[in-house]
């Protein structure tokens, strides 16, 4: 998702102050978390949905703005049982998107694994809610970091120097191998940060 373009400063910066709310404080204002991460999930997919079509440039943004609305009004409406849906169909677009083709099999697995991460959640309650909201906060940090750390020149030569030295004789492409260890950090730091709010 390219958010680099002038047209994409704005939805990067909501996108970004969504992912550090839902991070660092997901289960404290979960009603808000699930309502931020079914608008994110919206935008994703009315993303996707509007570079499929050829539409005109006004139109893409209504598109994506009918998702974003509709899925983060879903969200907000169902609440604790939002978790379930917005994790089955995130999770799918995430395994999709980023790790496997479009195909149905692929489909079916993403939307397996998410239905499984959901259930979880809503049935563990607090650890995975703390869990799944930092993890969902890190992923919509990252989307919008990325572009701009990939911009680094020097970044393949120490993804390969890493891969080299964790995984003998082994180059790690930057694309996958930045992208997991940046979240995994920022979902660390913001799933910490909640246990530590919830003790206080």
Do not use: H
């Not at 400063?9 to 991070?23: E, R």
């Not at 890190?138 to 120097?161: C, G, N, Q, R």
């Not at 030295?165 to 799933?191: E, H, N």
Request: with cysteine; hydrophobic share 55%.
């Amino acid at each position: 998702m390219d958010l680099t373009g002038l047209s994409g400063y704005l939805p990067s910066l909501l996108i970004l102050i969504a992912g550090v709310i839902v991070c660092g404080y997901g289960y404290r204002f979960f009603r808000l978390s699930v309502t931020l991460i079914g608008a994110a999930v919206g935008f994703a997919i009315g993303n996707l949905v509007a570079s499929s079509v050829l539409v005109i440039p006004a139109l893409f943004w209504v598109i994506i703005g009918v998702f974003t609305i509709g899925l983060g009004s879903a969200a907000f409406a169902l609440y604790e049982k939002a978790i379930i849906l917005i994790c089955t169909v995130g999770v799918a677009y995430w395994y999709v998107n980023g790790y496997a083709d479009p195909s149905i099999k692929n489909w079916l697995i993403g939307l397996g694994i998410g239905l499984v991460v959901g259930l979880a959640a809503f049935f563990l309650q607090k650890a995975a809610i703390m869990l799944v909201t930092a993890v969902a906060g890190a992923k919509m940090i990252t989307t919008v970091a990325l572009p701009y750390i990939f911009m680094i020149p020097f970044l393949s030569t120490v993804s390969d120097k890493i891969g080299e030295f964790v995984f003998k004789d082994t180059r790690l492409p930057p694309d996958i191998f930045v992208p997991g260890v940046l979240l995994l950090i920022i979902a660390s730091c913001g799933f910490v940060k909640q246990l530590k709010e919830d003790k206080k």
